[in-house]
């Protein structure tokens, strides 16, 4: 089966832009997470969606947000871009069967976001 | 929600020592509890996995034990090899600790 896929792989913008990111899941996952990975932060989750509805949120502001296709694929909508945003974005999907419950997740490669 | 904390942030163990990461977890609802192994410009992958209505599991050199009633879990590396440096993640349902850069000294 093909990985997850995540485009596009690097992204420049400049202060208040809006930026889009795209995420394609394994063929059968219906989870998928994504995540912001910062050097001093970590692994900080922003949501997961779950046949096309949001599941979870982590503690982010309106401006990110995300929505997920009927083939699972989703995107993630950066607005009014800030430099604290610049980081790497990771997706991730998984295969659950239960709204409830949790597997493991598999990665795609990340989006690279620099705001300037 | 669920808040994961991660210690020690850096560890540096001789090779063939054995190296130990502790979680700690806030909502006494989860109960997924994964480890993930990233290794320097690549992606985070599951190296282990353990459910609430478990207290340990073993894969080879790796083992995670849990206690739900303290809501800590820790990662078990023995005989470290080189191979073995990267960061480690612990995650409490989606929610991921800040990290464990493991250094392994040949």
């Known amino acids: 089966k093909a990985g997850v896929t995540q485009t596009p792989r690097y992204l420049i913008k400049t202060r208040g832009q809006q930026v889009t990111l795209s995420c394609s899941p394994i063929?059968?996952?219906?989870?998928v997470s994504w995540y912001q990975q910062t050097p001093g932060q970590g692994l900080q989750f922003l949501f997961e969606y779950f046949s096309e509805t949001q599941r979870n949120k982590g503690n982010f502001p309106g401006r990110f947000s995300g929505r997920q296709f009927s083939n699972s694929r989703s995107e993630m909508n950066v607005s009014t871009l800030e430099l604290g945003d610049s980081a790497l974005y990771l997706c991730?999907?998984?295969?659950?069967?239960?709204?409830?419950?949790?597997?493991?997740?598999?990665f795609g490669p990340g989006t690279r976001l620099t705001v300037l | 929600g669920e808040n994961v904390e991660q210690h020690p942030s850096t560890l540096s163990v001789q090779e063939g020592d054995s190296a130990v990461i502790k979680c700690t977890y806030s909502?006494?609802?989860?109960?997924?509890f994964p480890w993930y192994k990233q290794e320097l410009g690549k992606r985070p992958q599951l190296i282990i996995d353990i459910r609430s209505n478990v207290g340990e599991k073993k894969d080879q050199r790796i083992a995670v034990t849990l206690n739900k009633t303290a809501k800590h879990f820790s990662l078990h590396i023995t005989e470290t090899q080189p191979e073995d440096s990267a960061v480690y993640f612990c995650?409490?349902?989606?929610?991921f600790g800040t990290g464990t850069r493991l250094t392994i000294i040949p």
């Open positions: 909502d006494s609802a989860s109960n997924y």
């Open positions: 995650a409490a349902s989606r929610a």
């Open positions: 063929s059968g996952h219906r989870s």
């Open positions: 991730a999907s998984s295969l659950i069967i239960l709204r409830s419950s949790y597997n493991e997740q598999f």
